[in-house]
């Protein structure tokens, strides 16, 4: 399975992005997707994630209110809407797949390459 993100980019703080990423097929592997963030210096941290069967989802507190992930099958691509972007949240988002709801990096069996996302102040 091969996953490619994009839609990072340069925006003022209070602005929207949207970020992709398209999963090369569909399998028990790839039930669950989710994005997670890091920033220089600091640890990949989870961001949201999304049960593909019926877009059940979770978020970091840190998101909630703000981003809102979802799904489209005849794509076998994934979304993550981001609204209310502050300075903080600039980081380089990977997204990932794998056979669990999981919060937790190890669970992904599958990652795809980041997009940077920057947040000017």
């Known amino acids: 399975v091969q996953l490619q993100a994009s839609g990072g980019g340069l925006v003022q703080a209070g602005g929207s992005l949207k970020l992709s990423c398209v999963a090369s097929?569909?399998?028990?592997?790839?039930?669950?997707m989710g994005w997670f963030r890091q920033a220089p210096g600091k640890e990949r941290v989870f961001v949201a994630a999304?049960?593909?069967?019926?877009?059940?989802?979770l978020y970091a507190d840190s998101v909630k209110g703000r981003f809102s992930i979802s799904r489209d099958n005849a794509k076998n691509t994934v979304y993550l809407q981001m609204n209310s972007l502050k300075p903080e949240d600039t980081a380089v988002y990977h997204c990932?797949?794998?056979?669990?709801?999981?919060?937790?990096?190890?669970?992904?069996?599958?990652w795809g390459q980041g997009t940077q996302v920057t947040v000017s102040s």
């Open positions: 990932a797949a794998g056979p669990t709801f999981a919060t937790e990096i190890r669970p992904y069996e599958y």
């Open positions: 097929e569909q399998n028990t592997h790839t039930s669950y």
């Open positions: 999304i049960r593909w069967r019926d877009q059940k989802a």
